[in-house]
């Protein structure tokens, strides 16, 4: 073998494409690898969120449980810069909305908001991500229209209670975006108890919002009933 030949395959082993859940190498082209297509298969669940004391309540489509490939797949989306992941993601997401959910002809996509300080460590907002991409593919425009106005300490150190109460007040709609009547997509990467989604959709629903529903790639709280049996 020549040396460019040599080079050629030390090339293709260290900048091959891998898949997004399990990192073996794959075909140009390809995201997932066939063994992950045949293991990690979407299980969508529809909840009901309650937004309040009031009763009222608001839904969240969700495709995985938080366990497993799909888990260590979101951590390193999230954590360690692999946004071309959102294309994928986006991508099933907009398919299993438009094969499991009557929605009422959305005004447009949005996505639950980071605060300054942590877009500027992270570089991106993952949700953001998957909602553009998801909005793309669902012929929507995207719009931002959530501002995150406190840093607050992070959910997933907190219990159910604390969480709710962690959201209060940290998210405001941005000034001169008008809601009034229309009906929103609010997109996120992970649910836990839904307080952040809920917090948001309040807001939405304050401005004027006809309608809200939430999506999400996976969702903490059907694994870990899952795991308990």
């Given at each position: 073998?020549?040396?460019?030949?040599?080079?050629?395959?030390?090339?293709?082993?260290?900048?091959a494409p891998?898949?997004?859940?399990?990192?073996?190498p794959i075909?140009?082209?390809?995201?997932?690898?066939?063994?992950?297509?045949?293991?990690?298969?979407?299980?969508?669940?529809?909840?009901?969120?309650?937004?309040?004391?009031?009763?009222?309540?608001?839904?969240?489509?969700?495709?995985?449980?938080?366990?497993?490939?799909?888990?260590?797949?979101?951590?390193?989306?999230?954590?360690?810069?692999?946004?071309?992941?959102?294309?994928?993601?986006?991508?099933?997401?907009?398919?299993?909305?438009?094969?499991?959910?009557?929605?009422?002809?959305?005004?447009?996509?949005?996505?639950?908001?980071?605060?300054?300080?942590?877009?500027?460590?992270?570089?991106?907002?993952?949700?953001?991500?998957?909602?553009?991409?998801?909005?793309?593919?669902?012929?929507?425009?995207?719009?931002?229209?959530?501002?995150?106005?406190?840093?607050?300490?992070?959910?997933?150190?907190?219990?159910?209670?604390?969480?709710?109460?962690?959201?209060?007040?940290?998210?405001?709609?941005?000034?001169?975006?008008?809601?009034?009547?229309?009906?929103?997509?609010?997109?996120?990467?992970?649910?836990?108890?839904?307080?952040?989604?809920?917090?948001?959709?309040?807001?939405?629903?304050?401005?004027?919002?006809?309608?809200?529903?939430?999506?999400?790639?996976?969702?903490?709280?059907?694994?870990?009933?899952?795991?308990?049996?």
């Amino acid at each position: 073998m020549g040396l460019k030949a040599v080079f050629q395959t030390l090339g293709d082993m260290l900048f091959a494409p891998r898949c997004l859940f399990c990192e073996e190498p794959i075909y140009p082209g390809w995201e997932i690898c066939d063994s992950c297509e045949k293991a990690v298969v979407v299980s969508s669940v529809i909840r009901r969120m309650k937004l309040g004391p009031t009763g009222d309540t608001v839904g969240c489509l969700t495709l995985y449980p938080y366990e497993g490939l799909v888990k260590e797949s979101l951590l390193r989306f999230k954590f360690h810069g692999k946004r071309e992941y959102a294309a994928y993601y986006g991508r099933i997401l907009a398919e299993e909305l438009q094969r499991s959910v009557p929605l009422n002809h959305p005004s447009f996509v949005t996505a639950v908001p980071l605060s300054i300080r942590r877009l500027r460590e992270r570089g991106y907002n993952q949700s953001e991500q998957i909602a553009r991409r998801t909005a793309e593919c669902l012929k929507l425009p995207y719009e931002e229209v959530l501002l995150k106005i406190k840093e607050n300490r992070v959910q997933h150190e907190l219990s159910g209670e604390e969480r709710q109460k962690n959201v209060r007040g940290v998210y405001r709609v941005h000034e001169g975006i008008e809601l009034v009547g229309k009906a929103v997509l609010l997109v996120d990467d992970i649910v836990t108890t839904g307080a952040t989604l809920c917090e948001c959709a309040r807001m939405l629903y304050k401005a004027g919002a006809s309608q809200v529903f939430c999506a999400a790639i996976a969702d903490v709280h059907r694994s870990e009933s899952q795991n308990s049996g």
